[in-house]
Each structure stands twice: as C-alpha cells, then as structure tokens.
C-alpha cells in the first residue's frame, strides 16, 4: 500500500539513486533546497554557539524538550491503542462497536484541534473524574469503605494539565490512526480472512495472526508521518500551559521581549525534529520496500 | 465403504446476493470416500455452493449438514465444522508474511491447539507429500504458482480434514504448473479423501469424479458418472456447455 503524502512530512530527497547522469541534468535535480535548509539550521546552531542572546534563548527553551517528547511519546502510544480498537470497531460486523467508533472517529474529524484540545481538557476530563467520584460514593455506600473514598476523594484541580495534555493528545490522535488501522485492515484481501476461517479460526484468532500483522505493517510508514505530525502538534497544549517547548518560549519572549530570538531558537528546533524523523521513516519505508520484493 | 454414508448432504439450498439468485434450491449429498466434481458456465454458482458448504456464505435458506451436524449461526460450531473441512482456492490465499512452514503450522497450533514441534512435524510430512519438502522456510511470494498452491493443499491436509474443498484450484496456474496440482489431487482421491472439486480439468474428472455435476444458474442440473455425462449427456444445457469447454 502506498502511503498518501502528508503535509507533516519533510520529503527528504534521496541522493545518489539512480543512473549516472549528466552533470547538467544533475545540477537542476539537485535539491538545492535541501541544502538551504541545512545552512539555515547550521547558522542558527552558530548563532546559539557564538552570540549571547540565542545562546540564552536556546538553554533556556530546550529545557521544554523533555516535555515536548514525552508529550508525543505517552500520547502517542496511548493513541495507538486507541487508534486500533477504534479502527477495528470501524468495520465491525457488531453494530454498537461501528457506530459509537464511527461517532468518535467523525466528530474528532469534524471539531478543530484546538477546540478538541480545550474540550477534552476542561469539559470531558472533568466529567470523567466527576463520574469516577460518584463511582467512588456508590462504592462507600456499598461499604466498601477505602477504595470508594479514595476515588471519592479525586479532586478536579489535582489533574494536572501535563495529563489533560496527554488525554486531548491521545484521543484526537486516536482517532486519525483509528482511520490509518483502518485502511490498512481493508487493503488486506478477502482471500485472507476466508483461507484463515476457512482452517477453523475464529474472527478474533484470524484477525490477531493473519490480518493485523499483514495489515500493521502495511501502515508503519503512515504511523511514522503521523508521529511526526503529533509532535508538531503537540505545540498546541502550550495553550494548556504545559510547559512544552512552544510554552517556553513564549514565555521567554514575553519576558525578555526578544522575540527573534526566542521564536526562532523555536522553529529550528522543530524543524531539526521533524527532519530527523522525516528522515527515519524514508528510511525504514526504503527497507520495507526492498525486503518484500 | 459403506454405501449410503452421507458426509454432505444439501437441502434446499437458496442464497441470493440481493436481487442475484447464486442458488435455487439446490439438493445434493456427498458420501464418504466419494470425489464429486462439479462443472458449469460462469456464474452459475458452484463457488456460492462449496462456499455455503463451509459457511463462507450463509445461505439465504435450506439446511447443510456436514458430518451429522446441521450448520447454524453458532460460530463455536462453525469454527469445529471449518476445521474439519479443507479449502483450496483459486486464487491459493497463503499469507504472505509468514514462511510456508508456519502457514501450515498456524491453524494447527491455534486451533488444533498442537505444540509448535508436532506441528512443525505434521507440516513437514504434508510439505514431503505434496513434494516440497525443501521450501518449508521460504515464504510464498517466492514460490511457483503451482508451488504455492500445492502448500495451500498441504496446510489444509494439516488439520486432518474430513472433507477437502477445491474452487478452480488450476485455473489461476500457468499450463505447465497444472499437472502437478492435478497429480497431488489424484493422489487424495485414490486414498480415499472426500472432495468436492469444481474444476474444467476433464481429464481430472475422468481419472477421479465419482459423480459429476453439472451445474447451470443456480441449480442442478445433471448428476451421474463422468463416463455417462461426456458421452451422453441428456439435457441441451449441458450438451452445450460440454460442447463449449471440449472444443477449446
Ligand atoms: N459476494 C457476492 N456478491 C454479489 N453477488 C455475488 C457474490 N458472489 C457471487 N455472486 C453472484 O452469484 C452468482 C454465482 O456466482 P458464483 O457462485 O461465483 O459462480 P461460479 O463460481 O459458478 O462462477 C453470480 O451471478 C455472481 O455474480
Ligand atoms: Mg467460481
């Protein structure tokens, strides 16, 4: 299956492919561009390494790396379990799984993600733990003392917004890998199920060992892009005031008003994120294709 | 062989595909032992036929028994019946990212519920029957077409099946790679599997059908011995069909 271009990707160019061509032809194909950019981040590291103010900029907003990173990470591993019950609900046979996963996956599709983002945060996170609270006083009543107070006891302020971050993050992604599962559960032929039930396997049995590993690697390099996109995405729960990268330099322009400085200290920073792992998923999408031919 | 000891045995078999009737009421029983043939035009539902014999389609009406149990909706059963029943297709459905031992290892493991060393035993001793031994650790992409179909017979034998279904297991082939699936497939006729095989390969009819039917939109038509349907077939249909498939 081909993976559809995503805007999230850098589409590093791959030199040195090919035939020998002449030097004229392989002067206009270069990717001059490529190597523009490069420049550009060279200098600004430069910049960090000789001048004062970047150097500042840049120690100060590193600092938000960890978070921006494990950020992605928790979220989208999250995510990807969310991603594939949701995928697999999609095309159920069990009408209540397809719909409400239909209902999940469509009205994430339909709703910004910025909203997304304030929603889940402040509405769907606090009725979650209202609902766990009541849980916990049915729980006391039904005396079962300790357990029910506890979850009783769970107070709405005490959710920090790191983790409201990460459930916004999860459930928006969840559903964009929910379709990517998806597709990649029909580009499997009919052929493969039937042969599977036709042995004796049950659904379950037949999707765990024949379709879903068939149909998961078909889709690691658009779950790849789709990292890369969360990671910039994850730029937006600066509005929860997580402290991510994207936080910390606005809090760093806004205090020393060198806006130059902070902002571009930032967009390097992404952009040598993204090409990196632009750049793992060409290349692990290159192994694949070559080892299955 | 006991003479009258049904295996298969159809009643009444409807199944429409919305408005397409595959099946008309269709009656047929296979005994133990017996290899069944069936032919007819395109379309005319022999897929549909096998493929409600091991419930691949649930049929729009009639009652399929296989092995004394009637076929319901009760997937625990339908999981039982399927193993008990091989199908080879068209189109050899091996899965692509496991080696040729471990399509054949699988089922045998998930549901046969065997240790991976007598799987991989019994698979081997398929593989050296259906004579390719020597590709056990190859994956099927890598494989001849008649190859890879003669693995998809081997995996289905590994579940030790009472009934062996085959769709036009030759016609996906390239000539010279028809003969040594039709071999493989005479070799479980003369020793006794049951099968029901829709095939145009005459010579394979000729050499292993006990019964041949002939099939025309959704129905059966004609049924008896290959020697009586080639030489004196009685309804138009068939004459033309026969006619059509002898002449190409
Ligand atoms: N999954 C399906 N959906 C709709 N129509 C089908 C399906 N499978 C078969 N049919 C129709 O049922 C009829 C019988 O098909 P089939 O059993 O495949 O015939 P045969 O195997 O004899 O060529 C055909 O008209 C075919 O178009
Ligand atoms: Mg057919």
């Not at chain 1, 339909?110 to 733990?129: H, K, Q, T």
């Not at chain 1, 902002?263 to 070559?290: C, H, K, Q, W």
């Not at chain 2, 190859?138 to 001849?144: D, K």
Request: hydrophobic residues 45%; charged residues 20%.
């Amino acid at each position: 299956m081909e993976t559809e271009p995503t805007y999230s990707v850098i589409d590093i160019p791959i030199i040195g492919e090919g035939k020998p061509e002449p030097l004229q032809n392989r002067l206009r194909t270069f990717p001059w561009w490529f190597v523009a950019l490069l420049i550009t981040l060279a200098l600004t590291f430069f910049l960090v390494l000789t001048t004062q103010n970047y150097r500042e900029a840049f120690t100060f907003i590193a600092v938000g790396l960890g978070v921006t990173t494990s950020i992605s990470l928790i979220s989208y591993s999250f995510a990807l379990v969310i991603g594939l019950i949701a995928g697999m609900g999609r095309i159920s046979r069990n009408v209540l799984y397809r719909n409400v996963s239909t209902y999940y996956v469509e009205v994430v599709r339909g709703v910004p993600m910025l909203v997304l983002i304030f929603y889940i945060a402040f509405v769907f996170v606090p009725d979650i733990i209202g609902g766990v609270n009541q849980f916990g006083f049915f729980l006391e009543e039904l005396s079962n003392g300790q357990i029910g107070s506890a979850l009783a006891q769970i107070e709405n302020q005490s959710f920090s917004t790191y983790w409201r971050a990460v459930i916004a993050l999860s459930i928006t992604y969840g559903a964009f890998l929910a379709e990517i599962f998806r597709a990649g559960i029909e580009s499997i032929e009919r052929g493969q199920m039937e042969a599977a039930r036709s042995l004796g396997m049950s659904y379950r049995q037949a999707m765990r060992y024949v379709i879903l590993p068939q149909a998961i690697r078909n889709v690691l390099p658009a779950l790849g892009n789709d990292f890369i996109a969360m990671v910039k995405d994850s730029s937006l729960v600066s509005v929860l005031a997580v402290r991510d990268i994207t936080q910390i330099a606005r809090l760093f322009a806004g205090r020393s008003f060198r806006f130059r400085e902070a902002y571009t200290i930032l967009v390097v920073l992404y952009l040598t994120i993204t090409i990196i792992l632009s750049l793992s998923v060409r290349i692990f999408e290159r192994r694949m294709s070559r080892e299955s031919r | 062989m006991n003479p009258a000891d049904p295996i298969i045995e159809v009643k009444d078999l409807y199944k429409y595909f919305g408005r397409v009737k595959a099946l008309n009421g269709v009656n047929l029983t296979v005994d133990r032992g017996r290899v069944v043939v069936i032919i007819g035009p395109s379309g005319s539902g022999k897929s549909t036929l096998l493929r409600c014999i091991n419930r691949l389609e649930v049929p729009t009406s009639g009652e399929i028994w296989v092995d004394g149990q009637l076929l319901t909706k009760n997937e625990k059963q339908l999981n039982e019946i399927r193993a008990e029943i091989g199908m080879v297709f068209q189109l050899f459905n091996l899965f692509p990212h496991l080696t040729v031992l471990e399509n054949i290892t699988l089922a045998q493991k998930v549901v046969r519920k065997r240790s991976t060393e007598e799987a991989q035993k019994i698979a081997l001793s398929k593989l050296q029957r259906v004579g390719i031994l020597e590709k056990a650790e190859v994956f099927p992409r890598q494989l001849s077409g008649g190859q890879q179909q003669r693995v998809a017979i081997a995996r289905a034998l590994a579940m030790d099946p009472k009934i062996m279904l085959f769709d036009e297991p030759t016609s996906a082939l390239d000539p010279e790679m028809i003969k040594e699936v039709l071999d493989v497939m005479l070799d479980l006729a003369r020793e006794g599997m049951t099968m029901v095989v829709v095939t145009h390969e005459m010579g394979f009819a000729r050499a292993a059908a006990d019964e041949i039917i002939f099939m025309d939109e959704g129905l059966i038509v004609e049924q008896t011995t290959p020697e009586a349907l080639f030489s004196n077939p009685k309804h138009e249909r068939t004459k033309l069909f026969l006619s059509q498939i002898l002449h190409k």
